[in-house]
């Protein structure tokens, strides 16, 4: 299966998300994914202290902490130039939900494996909310911005997922993604209710 056609998510946002929702309050949008980034610097930095023997991934999530904090940086940015103040940091019900289907035990493989997996899904959601975001959002600035980033996810997951296929041995981690995609279609459902990225 070619990368290009990996991330199959089965339910696509609604733009009535960004008309009815994500419009009213910009400044509820930005403070969430400002946090979202620095969350994801965080868990990269997570497997790094993880998995220090693995040299390419500690490469590679080193990098993506340097693009994820200065992501962070550039929502922050914008924030300010809008007279907005950065709030508290906001929980990500949909990523603890997610966080769910990790599995607990069944050795050091399938625990690396599924947390990269996890954050693939994560890249991915993330990646086709932007798309959403940037196609329709009434904002020039944020749409150019959104449409940046989109790119950005887009190279984010297939790295996880590339890494997934990597370090498996034993684990078929087609069927693994076919799974957490499956969850993951339950779990959306919910959401797409609230102005923040996974909401």
């Excluded at 070619?2 to 400044?27: A, C, F, G, R």
């Excluded at 990646?127 to 975001?133: A, D, G, I, Q, S």
């Excluded at 150019?144 to 997934?164: D, G, K, P, W």
Aim: hydrophobic share 40%; with cysteine; aromatic share 10%.
């Amino acid at each position: 299966m070619s990368e290009k056609t990996i991330l199959k998510l089965h339910l696509p946002t609604d733009p009535v998300w960004v008309k009815n929702v994500v419009e009213s309050n910009i400044e509820e949008l930005l403070t969430d994914h400002a946090f979202c980034e620095q969350k994801a610097a965080s868990n990269a930095i997570t497997l790094i202290v993880q998995n220090p023997n693995l040299g390419d991934l500690v490469q590679q999530m080193a990098d993506l902490v340097r693009e994820e904090m200065d992501h962070f940086k550039r929502v922050h940015q914008i924030i300010i130039s809008r007279g907005f103040t950065l709030g508290k940091e906001r929980k990500d019900n949909y990523v603890n939900e997610l966080r769910k289907f990790i599995i607990i035990g069944g050795g050091r493989e399938a625990q690396l494996i599924d947390r990269l997996l996890f954050s693939a899904m994560i890249e991915a959601r993330s990646c086709e909310r932007f798309k959403v975001l940037y196609e329709n959002i009434n904002d020039k600035q944020l749409s150019e911005f959104y449409y940046e980033l989109m790119i950005s996810e887009a190279t984010h997951y297939t790295m996880f997922i590339s890494l997934a296929r990597k370090y498996a041995d034993k684990i078929d981690v087609d069927k693994r993604w076919n799974e957490f995609l499956a969850y993951e279609a339950q779990v959306i459902q919910n959401y797409g209710k609230h102005e923040t990225i996974h909401g």
